[in-house]
């Protein structure tokens, strides 16, 4: 059996289902002939014969992906790479914002999630500098930060030395992976010397399960010992949604749990049943998908559930900022999202 995939015969459509609707779920193929092939599964037909129609089919989905390949990457060789060495790439900072009246001036401004470090999947790179450039250009005073790639060590390094540059305006988060065992713990600790306020756990990079309690009790126990904030990533199921968090926040009342996202796209429909299972889980704005979903998750939840972030370099400012702005809630509960919720979270 070819790696790259095979062909499944059991999808009605390939096998000539006369309504031709295409179904995920096998489905038993009915046919007049009682013939003993017939009457066996495909799989083992193949295997009497030898023969195996997937093969066709890989090499067939191979070809394509390899002349995608190729065709791509001499167009980026002839037009993107030549354009790219007279352009320097456009960074956050950049955005016309002379178009934009600067109203964020009247708030006070707390982003609950933010980054700095070298992101390879939207190849951006933001340092402590440029996020404190970026803080003073939009009136953010206080920022809740962390990096989040592969290197722990180097990530919680980075933050740390943002901490000693900026000691009034960064809160460090520090980026632990639970499936580390013992060193998760031990990071904990030499993250707490350095000044870190919190924990940032990101499932999806660092691949596990949020509710896998084996993994997440020994990191939540120390979180709780030291009444650390966690933000963690939600809406990537079904490695972590809100629910889950939910249940995190019922096992561990002292932690303050911050949904990152709100669940993000679609898990971001379950953010008002998951905040009502905890007083302590709260929901960050920054990514979530529609402004309505948000609206009424503010209703079913109070104000008092949720913070604001954004996710730079992820996100950016602009679209962050005016998505709380255009929200149907009055201007007193955007100024407690903006401020004072994180400051009671992070206990400031
Ligand atoms: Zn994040």
Known sequence: ????????????????????????IPMPIHRASTSESSRTSPVASRAKTGTDDGDDFAMFGFLCSQFVYNIKSSFD?????????????????????????????????FDSHAHIGNYYDIDASFSADELAVHMSQYNIKRAAISAVTKDIL???????????KFPERIIGLAHIDPSTGISA???????????????????????????????????LEKAAKNRLPILIHTGTPPMSTPIHIGYLAQHFPEVNFICGHMGLGDSSYEAPEAGEMAENIYMDTSCAAAAGLIERAIKRLGTGKFVWGTDVP??????????????????????????????KIYRM
């Open 185 to 219: 713990l031990k990071e904990i600790d030499r993250c707490l010397e350095m000044g870190f306020k919190g924990l940032k756990l990101h499932p999806v990079y660092d691949a596990y399960v949020i509710f896998d309690s084996r993994l997440l009790f020994p990191v």
């Open 314 to 343: 992820y996100g950016n400012f602009v679209s962050e900022f005016f998505k709380l702005l255009s929200l149907r809630i009055s201007d007193e509960e955007k100024r407690a999202i903006l401020w004072e919720n994180p400051m």
């Open 77 to 109: 060789d002839v037009f993107i790479s030549p354009v790219r060495r007279f352009i320097p790439p456009t960074t956050i900072t950049d955005l016309p914002l002379n178009a934009i009246e600067p109203v964020w001036k009247d708030y006070q401004i």
């Open 1 to 24: 059996m070819s790696a790259f995939g095979k062909r499944n015969t059991n999808n009605p459509k390939i096998n000539g289902n006369p309504t031709g609707i295409f179904s995920p």
């Open 154 to 164: 180097n990530d919680n390094n980075l933050v740390a030395e943002a901490i000693r």
